[in-house]
């Protein structure tokens, strides 16, 4: 390999890493994530809401498997997000350390010396005032005392002050990047460890414990999550209580809860919590949270034997406006030692069911979604339900094409009340023994989150700084009076009038509000000496200057 070769290769690696780090591509990264993220925002996502993944694809066939095919239904872990987040972390690690290295070097530095001809300064004041060299210069050590500033004296005895200030604009500056990497850090951590589990939980005493998945309906995880050493804790739900308005809206509804956690789960001892939407549990290092709620009707089916099965399973709500819901509830045939006798003779009761009934002749509807007058409408089907295929299956509807196959036959069609039965032709009865509720939860573990909160404050407040802050420059002279006429410098310092000073000013930066400034400081420097009058003229040369 050539020497020229490798000079080429070596040349194109530095201005490639030049061109990445340079602060013009970490803001052009910046904007692309913050566009990459836009279909995250506004198109349903593979990880939050499957269903509604699903129905944007019924009503869009099209264009869902062109967006399916780039990964706008799975933005957040596409390999598009993660390369730009990726680059965006290594432009601005690679633009920080050079801009820290620089600012140190600032920091030590002393202010620059004072130009030969202030005039021609941005801002520019000059007058005489009645004080001596000595005099005028301790007055403008009083005034700039807040200043950074640098003292030095000329060949004709003139006495000059360098002054800055605003250096920790830059510092703000540094701190609003880092603080982005923090964030940028944290928040891949918590993606990479973070999980989510969602749990029906009836309220009536029953428990979950975060002791596996297998315990929750969904379960969604990191990376580096395998489902094992879960937080330990246990909740049990005695009871939900839900107030709506007349209009039907949900006014206040909570669950009284049951935890316990640590020390708590080897003591038995349960402590309570009062769990609403914006009060979640906060325990183990997990926050619980009150998500949805539902009704679960309650049937009992006595077999022609005798024997009865009592089951209560969620249904869905499909309005809720007035929580009219839907759902299945199955049942398998007790003692019967033929499995395939005993998987065709499995019952479904699917249907409606309204916490207060309206009829349509004998189409039910809900008015209200307050338990004021229950009813269920119901089809009760026998046959095969699918159980020994292995497959899941849905508890919220049975499997249609079962149906359509013919496999599962609808026996028995009813609307019934509470207390109310129907009796099948081979004997078999069912009943609506009532309505229970459930509650769904929210389990959700990250442990970055506290560190992302506090570099997101952080962000918030270099930033501050860094736009607030302004960076000036500010140069005085001191001239005593006879300086460059032959008069020497100690008859020049024991003169005590007709002193020369001159102030000349820079911002920085582009900001406005240093000329008001520049002017103030003017004019305390060449009207407060001690009571002392004095001529003066002030300038803006950004303006023109008046004399």
């Not at 005590?496 to 820079?506: A, C, F, K, P, Q």
């Amino acid at each position: 390999m050539s020497t020229s070769f490798l000079r080429r290769i070596l040349s194109f690696l530095r201005n490639t890493w030049r061109g990445l780090t340079s602060m013009r591509t970490a803001l052009v990264l910046l904007f692309l994530l913050a566009l990459a993220a836009l279909p995250g925002a506004l198109l349903p996502q593979w990880s939050l809401n499957e269903d509604n993944v699903r129905e944007f694809s019924d009503n869009y066939p099209t264009l869902a498997k062109v967006l399916d095919a780039v990964g706008a239904f799975n933005v957040f872990s596409s390999v598009w997000f993660a390369a730009i987040y990726v680059l965006l972390f290594v432009s601005l690690i690679g633009c920080l350390l050079p801009r820290s290295s620089h600012y140190l070097r600032q920091l030590r530095a002393r202010p620059v010396r004072t130009p030969r001809n202030l005039e021609r300064m941005p801002h520019h004041a000059g007058g005489t005032v009645g004080l001596s060299t000595e005099e005028m210069t301790a007055v403008v050590r009083r005034r700039l005392r807040r200043w950074r500033t640098e003292e030095a004296t000329e060949a004709d005895g003139s006495r000059t002050i360098s002054a800055e200030r605003g250096y920790l604009r830059e510092a703000g500056n540094l701190v609003f990047h880092f603080a982005l990497v923090g964030l940028l850090i944290t928040v891949a951590g918590g993606q990479l460890t973070r999980y989510e589990g969602q749990v029906v939980v009836q309220a009536d005493g029953s428990s979950f414990c975060n002791s596996g998945t297998y315990n929750y309906d969904s379960f969604r995880a990191g990376p580096t999550v395998d489902g094992t050493g879960l937080s330990e804790f246990c909740l049990r739900v005695k009871d939900f209580d839900v107030r709506y308005l007349a209009s039907g809206q949900p006014d206040n509804f909570h669950a009284d809860i049951d935890y316990q956690s640590g020390k708590a789960l080897d003591d038995g001892d349960w402590k309570p919590h009062d769990l609403q939407v914006n009060n979640p549990l906060r325990t183990a290092g997990d926050r619980i949270y009150l998500t949805g709620n539902g009704y679960t009707p309650v049937f009992t089916v006595t077999f022609p034997d005798g024997q009865q099965r009592t089951k209560k399973t969620q249904w869905k709500p499909v309005n809720t406006g007035t929580m009219l819901s839907q759902g299945a509830t199955k049942f398998d045939r007790p003692d019967m030692p033929d499995e395939q006798r005993r998987h065709e003779n499995q019952l479904a009761i699917r249907g409606l069911f309204a916490p207060t009934a309206q009829l349509n002749g004998k189409v039910l509807s809900s008015s209200f979604p307050a338990l004021n007058e229950p009813m269920a409408a119901v089809d009760v089907l026998k046959g095969k339900l699918g159980f020994a295929t292995g497959e899941s299956q849905s508890i919220f509807n049975v499997n249609q094409e079962l149906i359509d196959s013919g496999q599962l036959e609808r026996v028995e069609r009813q609307n019934l009340a509470v207390g109310d039965s129907v009796r099948l032709a081979d004997g078999t009865s069912i009943r609506f023994d009532g309505v229970q509720r459930w509650v769904n939860l929210q389990v959700s573990h990250n442990p970055f989150q506290s560190y992302v909160l506090v570099f997101a404050l952080t962000v918030v407040v270099g930033l501050g700084a860094s736009l607030s802050i302004k960076r000036r420059r500010i140069w005085v002279r001191i001239t005593p009076a006879g300086a460059g006429t032959g008069t020497t410098e100690t008859d020049a310092e024991e003169s005590d009038g007709n002193t020369s000073v001159e102030i000349g000013g820079l911002a920085r930066t582009d900001q406005a509000g240093y000329g008001e400034e520049f002017t103030r400081i003017a004019e305390e420097l060449l009207v407060s000496g001690r009571g002392s009058t004095a001529s003066s003229v002030a300038g803006d040369n950004s303006r023109g200057r008046s004399s």
